[in-house]
């Protein structure tokens, strides 16, 4: 979301709504879960 907020500030103002209603469709998902550690693993040739 800072993310959005912070895209706002650089953004015309045709595209600032677009982001506004993205931002009002966002679901804001609590820290307090699982966590997952992404990693990238290649197979051997």
């Known amino acids: ?3 959005l907020a912070k ?3 650089v953004l015309p ?3 600032r709504r ?3 209603t993205l ?3 966002v679901v804001p998902v ?3 879960g699982p966590t997952v550690t992404a ?5 051997s040739p």
């Open 13 to 15: 103002s045709r595209l």
């Open 7 to 9: 895209l706002e500030h």
């Open 39 to 43: 990693t990238c693993s290649r197979p």
């Open 23 to 25: 931002a009002g469709a």
């Open 30 to 32: 609590p820290g307090t």
């Open 18 to 20: 677009r982001v506004a």
């Open 1 to 3: 979301m800072r993310a």
